[in-house]
């Protein structure tokens, strides 16, 4: 392999398995073999530093409620203020979320648990920000661990429980919301396969099964004995008195599982158009490894067929990929956190907001005309301090709405162009498109787009002007938001 297709396989997949690569962190990398570099980013990171923005001790839920009420009446401009002060820390949680992922420390992990933020779709229901953290972090603790470990903690998770409903789950009026998530969505799938391996009635019984599992107001997960309906069940053709953890079992020994999952990866990391082939031996790997995460992604990423030129270019990078990878690469600081907020909300990825249990789309629903002519955009109004006069599309969602900002916004940044910069110092001035290419796009650079980008340089430019200026060109291509 020349090193220049090595330098092309890296840079996919830090692209794939993080959120881009410095020409730094791409050098560093040139001097391991390539099998080393897919060990290196999934061992990384054996301790998970915890997001915080909220102590538990501050949710005192029963002593905020009590506190809203003067002389039995509802003061309702305490409330609204509650309301704001939530929202804020659910901000807050997202920007440090967004700072770690753009740090590119852990990379994978970070990665992942974006991946698993939109399977295991939850929203801030009440914009309760311990809730949210704690969710957050299970996410990000289990994110390359046990896929056994993280569907039972994610399932008893406070925030998932009050978003799908269970807290109302009651023997004698059981509420199926969360057992048919857990099947449809979390584990067996909602296609026609998926629904082979389950019926309206497995889920009425597991709904009974799940009965119990409900949470604290300081956000601890409880089962209540007395609200379980502890009688005789039958699901998937399995007589007994079956609780929530029996149900979570059962669908872990059910091979579909691990199928369900396998090929939801692959859509995310590989391709979108599925091979189902291969899906199934990954699958069974999967399952016979006891639902290992980490196995399953190193697995993929040491793949030739990985490397395959019909998967390169083949991904549309979320808003949260984009705007972490953008910051990443370039070393970006905000002096303000709002634009951040803004970005995710005009382009339709808000960290703890997705639209609903299914979580984002994604793929092409990420792109439409409006939307990509930001994206194109966003490079000169981070790296230029342009005023942005776009808008955020009104979702009618009152929760995003507290995070909106009125008017325009503009992008007020520091960048570390020296760090950037020094990587090209021995690369000649007719050799800088292609160098600074090969950090940013898929693909090798075509003659109409060196034209393109090389029409914003002045003559007398400096070195440095003329690198940032080729950078800014090159993000603002379509082939940018791909990876």
């Given at each position: 392999m020349?090193?220049?297709?090595?330098q092309?396989?890296?840079?996919?997949?830090?692209?794939?398995?993080?959120?881009?690569?410095?020409p730094?962190?791409?050098?560093?990398?040139?001097?391991?073999?390539?099998r080393?570099?897919?060990?290196?980013?999934?061992?990384?990171?054996?301790?998970?530093a915890s997001?915080?923005?909220?102590?538990?001790?501050?949710?005192?839920?029963?002593?905020?409620l009590?506190?809203l009420?003067?002389?039995?009446?509802?003061?309702k401009?305490?409330?609204?203020?509650?309301?704001?002060?939530?929202a804020?820390?659910?901000?807050?949680?997202?920007l440090?979320?967004?700072?770690?992922?753009?740090s590119g420390?852990?990379?994978?992990r970070?990665?992942?648990?974006?991946?698993?933020?939109?399977?295991?779709?939850?929203?801030?229901?009440?914009?309760?920000?311990?809730?949210?953290?704690?969710?957050?972090?299970?996410?990000?603790?289990?994110?390359?661990?046990?896929?056994?470990?993280?569907?039972?903690?994610?399932?008893?998770?406070?925030?998932?429980?009050?978003?799908?409903n269970?807290?109302?789950?009651?023997?004698?009026a059981?509420?199926?919301?969360?057992?048919?998530?857990?099947?449809?969505?979390?584990?067996?799938?909602?296609?026609?396969?998926?629904?082979?391996?389950?019926?309206?009635?497995?889920?009425?019984?597991?709904?009974?099964?799940?009965?119990?599992?409900q949470?604290?107001?300081?956000?601890?997960?409880v089962?209540?004995?007395?609200?379980?309906?502890?009688?005789?069940?039958?699901?998937f053709?399995?007589?007994?008195?079956?609780?929530g953890?029996?149900?979570?079992?059962m669908?872990?020994?059910?091979?579909?599982?691990?199928?369900?999952?396998?090929?939801?990866?692959?859509?995310?990391?590989?391709?979108?158009?599925?091979?189902?082939?291969?899906v199934?031996?990954?699958?069974?790997?999967?399952?016979?490894s006891?639902?290992?995460?980490?196995?399953?992604?190193?697995?993929i990423f040491?793949?030739?067929w990985?490397?395959?030129?019909?998967?390169?270019?083949?991904?549309?990078?979320?808003?949260?990929?984009?705007?972490?990878?953008l910051?990443?690469?370039l070393?970006?600081?905000?002096?303000?956190?709002?634009?951040?907020?803004?970005v995710?909300?005009?382009?339709?990825?808000?960290l703890?907001?997705?639209?609903?249990?299914?979580?984002?789309?994604?793929?092409?629903?990420?792109?439409?005309?409006?939307s990509l002519?930001?994206?194109?955009?966003?490079?000169?109004?981070?790296?230029k301090?342009a005023?942005?006069?776009?808008?955020?599309?009104?979702?009618?969602?009152?929760?995003?709405?507290?995070?909106?900002?009125?008017?325009?916004?503009?992008?007020?940044?520091?960048?570390?162009?020296?760090?950037?910069?020094?990587?090209?110092?021995?690369t000649?001035?007719?050799?800088?498109?292609?160098?600074?290419?090969?950090?940013?796009?898929?693909?090798?650079?075509?003659?109409?787009?060196r034209v393109?980008?090389?029409?914003?340089?002045?003559?007398?430019?400096?070195?440095s002007?003329?690198?940032?200026?080729?950078?800014?060109?090159l993000?603002?291509?379509?082939e940018y938001?791909?990876?």
């Amino acid at each position: 392999m020349n090193s220049q297709t090595k330098q092309q396989q890296l840079r996919y997949l830090f692209a794939r398995a993080g959120f881009g690569a410095t020409p730094a962190e791409l050098n560093e990398a040139s001097r391991s073999t390539l099998r080393k570099v897919v060990r290196q980013l999934v061992s990384n990171g054996t301790s998970v530093a915890s997001l915080q923005v909220v102590e538990p001790d501050e949710n005192r839920t029963k002593r905020q409620l009590k506190g809203l009420f003067r002389q039995g009446q509802l003061d309702k401009e305490m409330l609204r203020e509650q309301i704001r002060d939530n929202a804020q820390k659910v901000r807050d949680l997202n920007l440090q979320w967004l700072d770690r992922m753009a740090s590119g420390n852990d990379a994978l992990r970070e990665k992942m648990a974006l991946f698993w933020h939109g399977h295991f779709a939850c929203r801030t229901m009440g914009r309760n920000p311990l809730f949210m953290q704690q969710y957050a972090n299970t996410l990000r603790q289990h994110a390359l661990g046990n896929f056994r470990d993280l569907l039972m903690a994610v399932s008893k998770e406070p925030a998932m429980l009050q978003f799908l409903n269970n807290q109302q789950n009651r023997k004698n009026a059981p509420n199926e919301n969360f057992a048919r998530e857990v099947m449809e969505l979390f584990t067996l799938g909602h296609s026609a396969s998926g629904r082979d391996n389950y019926s309206e009635y497995d889920i009425k019984e597991a709904a009974r099964a799940f009965t119990g599992w409900q949470f604290t107001p300081e956000g601890q997960f409880v089962f209540r004995a007395q609200v379980h309906d502890d009688g005789e069940k039958k699901i998937f053709g399995k007589i007994g008195m079956f609780n929530g953890e029996d149900v979570i079992a059962m669908l872990l020994d059910n091979q579909q599982t691990a199928r369900f999952i396998t090929a939801k990866i692959y859509r995310s990391f590989v391709n979108e158009t599925e091979d189902s082939k291969r899906v199934d031996q990954l699958a069974d790997k999967f399952y016979r490894s006891g639902y290992d995460i980490a196995t399953l992604m190193e697995t993929i990423f040491s793949a030739d067929w990985f490397y395959d030129p019909k998967n390169v270019g083949a991904h549309i990078k979320s808003p949260v990929e984009l705007l972490a990878g953008l910051r990443h690469t370039l070393g970006i600081q905000f002096d303000q956190p709002q634009p951040q907020i803004f970005v995710q909300r005009t382009l339709g990825q808000l960290l703890f907001y997705p639209p609903n249990v299914a979580g984002w789309p994604g793929g092409k629903n990420w792109i439409d005309s409006s939307s990509l002519l930001f994206r194109m955009q966003l490079p000169n109004y981070v790296l230029k301090a342009a005023e942005v006069t776009v808008q955020p599309k009104e979702d009618g969602d009152v929760n995003t709405q507290l995070l909106a900002r009125k008017g325009g916004t503009t992008f007020h940044t520091k960048v570390n162009w020296d760090a950037f910069e020094n990587a090209f110092a021995k690369t000649t001035d007719a050799g800088l498109p292609d160098a600074l290419a090969a950090i940013l796009l898929p693909f090798p650079l075509r003659p109409d787009q060196r034209v393109l980008i090389e029409k914003p340089i002045k003559s007398g430019q400096s070195r440095s002007e003329t690198i940032r200026t080729l950078t800014v060109a090159l993000m603002s291509l379509p082939e940018y938001q791909l990876t």
